[in-house]
């Protein structure tokens, strides 16, 4: 089956640095990638909506230069959480689609837990 | 306003009793209902999509359902091995991604 890894699972970071995790799709092109944030016991928030070629579309709240996002190829997009804080900690998550919208799979993948010291 | 709602928020199971998990929503057409269930520090693990009113779909001891304002996950004989928190999403004609708040099941031997 299709696969999404995600990279780092796990990252600790000082505050006020930036951290940068990796989702790719491992066997398919992915032109839509989302990112999720996930705080515990708690549903996925979806932050953006990443699209190959174009800049990511951000959903209401999430701040664009908080959280950058590049999706530079057809399997590669990336999340920099930028001069992360404390309250940026959190279990991120993306997901890639195959195929379209009203067609397609969405595959996860297993997610990267920050914690901001 | 478009909605999905799960319910109940935690179910807890005893071993081999079968339950449903519901999820309802109301949405500006619906293009597909996708259910998921996540185990704690993990990405959701795809279960099933469906796109109509009237479509089943089955794996093991999951079976999906829905219909024009609702789908229901059917948990038959539950193992422990199913406790997971249950996840149901869906894309409306926007292609919007729309969430519902989960279920955590919790099934004891």
């Known amino acids: 089956g299709a696969v999404v890894s995600q990279h780092p699972s796990r990252v600790i970071c000082k505050s006020g640095t930036s951290v940068k995790i990796e989702c790719r799709s491992l066997?398919?092109?992915?032109?839509?990638m989302f990112w999720y944030r996930q705080f515990p016991k708690q549903s996925l928030m979806l932050m953006a909506t990443?699209?190959?070629?174009?800049?990511?579309?951000?959903e209401q709240g999430v701040e664009k230069d908080k959280f950058l996002i590049n999706h530079a190829s057809l399997t590669l997009s990336t999340l920099t959480v930028t001069s992360a804080h404390p309250e940026d900690s959190s279990f991120y998550i993306c997901?890639?689609?195959?195929?379209?919208?009203?067609?397609?799979?969405?595959?996860f993948g297993e997610g990267s837990r920050l914690t901001v010291l | 306003e478009d909605q999905v709602t799960q319910s109940p928020e935690a179910l807890r199971l005893q071993e081999g009793e079968s339950s449903s998990l519901n999820c309802s929503y109301t949405?500006?057409?619906?293009?597909?209902l996708f259910w998921y269930r996540q185990d704690p520090g993990k990405g959701p693990e795809f279960l099933f999509t469906?796109?109509?009113a009237g479509e089943e779909k089955e794996k093991e001891r999951l079976k999906a359902t829905l219909t024009k304002k609702e789908s229901f996950l059917h948990i038959t004989a539950p193992k422990p091995e199913d406790s997971a928190t249950y996840l149901c999403?869906?894309?409306?004609?926007?292609?919007?991604?729309?969430f519902g708040a989960g279920t955590q099941v919790v099934v004891t031997p």
């Open positions: 999403f869906l894309t409306d004609s926007w292609g919007k991604l729309q």
């Open positions: 949405v500006s057409g619906l293009r597909g």
């Open positions: 990443s699209n190959e070629g174009s800049k990511a579309t951000y």
């Open positions: 997901s890639a689609l195959r195929g379209y919208h009203d067609t397609g799979e969405l595959f």
């Open positions: 066997d398919f092109q992915a032109t839509t």
């Open positions: 469906l796109y109509s």
